[in-house]
């Protein structure tokens, strides 16, 4: 099993900025991807950022170029700074883990999530 602890959430007004973290422990080998994805009360829960092992980033539309994921391998870290803040950010961020277990042709993927953290952004 693994297990995911995210910090970093809190209240914050519109223009400010805001930094998440997530340290995942236990079984952790076989981690490949990790991300963020957040869910806003009455809405499904969508992806904000995801980084690869290697270092490559997506990120959603709506938080391209105000955004930034990074990870740290050696701390199996990944961090979601977050700056000019929106309204619209408000939501419950919750971290999460893709595990690989298995020989490359029988391989599967395990998601591990964290508990979540609370972001809210005044106007």
């Known amino acids: 099993q693994v297990q995911l602890v995210e910090s970093g959430g809190g209240l914050v007004q519109a223009g400010g900025s805001l930094r998440l973290s997530c340290t995942a422990s236990?079984?952790?080998?076989?981690?490949?991807?990790m991300g963020w994805f957040r869910q806003a009360p009455g809405k499904q829960r969508e992806l904000v950022a995801r980084?690869?092992?290697?270092?490559?980033?997506t990120y959603a539309d709506s938080v391209t170029g105000r955004f930034t994921i990074s990870r740290d391998n050696a701390k199996n870290t990944v961090f979601l700074q977050m700056n000019s803040l929106k309204p619209e950010d408000t939501a419950v961020y919750y971290c999460?883990?893709?595990?690989?277990?298995?020989?490359?042709?029988?391989?599967?993927?395990?998601?591990?999530w964290g508990q979540g953290t609370q972001v809210t952004v005044s106007s």
């Open positions: 236990g079984r952790i080998r076989g981690i490949e991807a």
């Open positions: 980084i690869t092992r290697g270092g490559s980033p």
């Open positions: 999460k883990a893709e595990q690989l277990i298995g020989p490359v042709e029988a391989v599967v993927q395990h998601d591990y």
